[in-house]
């Protein structure tokens, strides 16, 4: 059964108060586990569940999600240059991530809590499309994706919920 959800709504627009002072310089959804940010295996997740579409929802200052998941050539001529062979090959492992994916951004103005931020990425979700809502703070490590394992629960159940159904 082929997975029908193709986007998901990431929202990283928050202020992060759980977590101040830290917060105030680094955006939670970056903050390292283990060897990567939360938000590079939120993103994994999602890809290996067939999501080929990500809308970030960031605030009105963030551009660090925006430069992260930006491919950088001048950087691997740079890296080639000096013969930097095993940070090209893990730039190239992660470039490789993006491929297949396409990413949106959309402004969140005023911190009002999630719902208000996924009503933000609406406009880019068709009216019965099915869409995931991913949090930066939420990582399951499993060989089977939590979304993917969700997706195929919903299908054999049939409780797809979409905008403007009860």
Do not use: C, W
Request: glycine letters at 6%; a positive charge.
């Amino acid at each position: 059964m082929e997975n029908e959800i193709k986007k998901a709504i990431i929202p990283v627009a928050g202020l992060g108060t759980r977590f101040l002072p830290l917060s105030r310089v680094i955006p939670k959804e970056f903050f390292p586990v283990v060897d990567k940010p939360a938000i590079q295996y939120i993103v994994e997740e999602a890809k290996k569940s067939g999501i080929k579409e990500i809308i970030f929802v960031v605030s009105p200052a963030q551009k660090i999600t925006l430069n992260y998941f930006k491919k950088s050539p001048e950087l691997q001529k740079l890296l080639t240059k000096r013969k930097k062979d095993q940070l090209l090959k893990e730039l190239k492992d992660f470039e490789s991530l993006l491929e297949g994916i396409s990413f949106d951004f959309v402004v969140q103005k005023k911190a009002l809590g999630d719902g208000h931020a996924v009503l933000q990425a609406a406009k880019l979700v068709a009216k019965d499309e099915p869409v995931a809502v991913l949090f930066g703070d939420d990582i399951v490590d499993s060989d089977i994706p939590a979304l993917s394992q969700l997706e195929k629960t919903t299908q054999r159940e049939g409780v797809f919920l979409r905008r403007g159904s009860s």
